[in-house]
């Protein structure tokens, strides 16, 4: 009789790739670099209590292509202007354990708050709605040569990432930046090829494959993220995702990771989850179950996941083939290793809130509180699991106001 597949059971990528079990660490931002952009100590830190911490592949958060355009302070920059013998030493910690490292590529565009950029870009000058727009201020749209310029931005980033030791990349075409917002006819209203129809706004995430894998080679695995839905009305929908999967997959991405929503819709975050998507756990299975007959990738699901039997009930219907975990690594860089060796484990997760709706939209509490958990591990700390939201917010907002003062010296 055949083993059912299970969350310890290898996986065969690519032919060039093992994975040693089915965890995945999704990325998290963990806006902890100097102020170069570089990683250093902590990012090193950091990674090793993950890749001790049992999951096959660990995927960076937000490393950004464009140092001038940054999501948050202390984003990680990967281009020329790097130190890469700090990038190869932090590839090294995670490899030596025999895990995958995979550099998530991303160019935040409008979703840069002002204090980071005061004239952000876009597709379309659209600005952000809801209780974001204090802290975003409108963007402008780019320009042609502008557009060329950010899809060779990520074609470097990925060979750095590759010579510097790095076993994949991910391309962040999810969450609201600046690729998902190509995608998006809500947020792109161009009238030319990188506009309009479906075919159009799906250009740009195309032509960032075609020149990342241009100059990795055939062999180096390249990943994404991708929206299954924003959320929106008039936005990025589910036949738009499943057209878009089914490119992909035919110009030979290696990896899809299926996730939703924006800075405007946190779905990703497991705000405004339907009741019923709770109870069965994946927020986003139902999307992967949808798109499972029509591409041959490999798929990751992520968000909700908490009990070992759901995830391998996911594994066993065949809807997914790898199980993405983000915010339980920020409390527990062991998770891994608890559900790979404990059945009966189940995750706990808090749902994070003031009370106040638009303070928790506006600080993006339940992104930020995390980033803080990561900040106590990388400084080889203990996380603070009842860490309270209002400490956290109070963190958020010093740290962006230093950075404004900061930003006005130099």
Request: a positive charge; charged letters at 20%.
């Amino acid at each position: 009789m055949q083993n059912l597949i299970d969350i310890n059971t290898p996986f065969r990528l690519t032919n060039s790739v093992l994975l040693s079990n089915r965890i995945v660490k999704s990325a998290l931002s963990e806006v902890l670099a100097d102020k170069d952009g570089n990683p250093d100590t902590k990012h090193i830190n950091l990674y090793k209590c993950w890749a001790e911490g049992g999951a096959a592949l660990l995927i960076t958060g937000n490393m950004m292509v464009d140092r001038y355009n940054t999501a948050e302070p202390n984003n990680i920059v990967l281009d020329e202007k790097s130190n890469l013998a700090v990038f190869k030493e932090w590839a090294e910690t995670v490899r030596g354990n025999g895990t995958h490292l995979w550099a998530q590529l991303n160019h935040p565009g409008k979703q840069t708050p002002y204090y980071m950029v005061w004239e952000p870009v876009a597709p379309s000058a659209i600005a952000l709605q809801g209780g974001l727009k204090a802290g975003f201020n409108k963007p402008r749209a780019l320009e042609q040569d502008e557009i060329s310029d950010i899809i060779r931005q990520f074609a470097l980033s990925a060979r750095l990432a590759k010579q510097t030791g790095f076993s994949g990349v991910q391309i962040h075409a999810a969450h609201g930046y600046l690729i998902n917002q190509f995608l998006s006819p809500l947020h792109n209203r161009r009238q030319d090829q990188w506009g309009g129809s479906l075919e159009n706004r799906r250009r740009f995430l195309v032509e960032i494959y075609y020149a990342i894998r241009n100059e990795v080679g055939s062999d180096f695995p390249i990943g994404v993220k991708l929206n299954s839905a924003d959320f929106q009305r008039d936005g990025f929908n589910e036949e738009d995702f499943i057209a878009v999967a089914e490119t992909l997959a035919y110009i030979g991405i290696d990896l899809i990771e299926i996730s939703g929503g924006n800075y405007e819709s946190q779905s990703m975050s497991g705000i405004n989850v339907q009741t019923s998507t709770l109870k069965r756990e994946a927020y986003f299975l139902e999307y992967a179950r949808k798109i499972r007959g029509r591409v041959k990738v490999p798929l990751i699901v992520t968000g909700g996941f908490r009990s070992v039997s759901a995830m391998n009930q996911a594994l066993q219907s065949g809807e997914t083939d790898l199980i993405g975990l983000g915010r339980p690594f920020a409390v527990d860089p062991n998770v891994a290793n608890k559900l790979l060796s404990r059945p009966e484990y189940k995750i706990e997760i808090r749902q994070l809130t003031t009370g106040i709706k638009y303070l928790d939209q506006l600080t993006l509490i339940n992104i930020t509180w995390y980033e803080h958990q990561l900040a106590r591990m990388a400084r080889k700390k203990s996380t603070k699991p009842n860490l309270s939201p209002w400490i956290s917010i109070f963190k958020t907002m010093k740290n962006a106001g230093t950075y404004r003062v900061s930003k006005r010296r130099i």
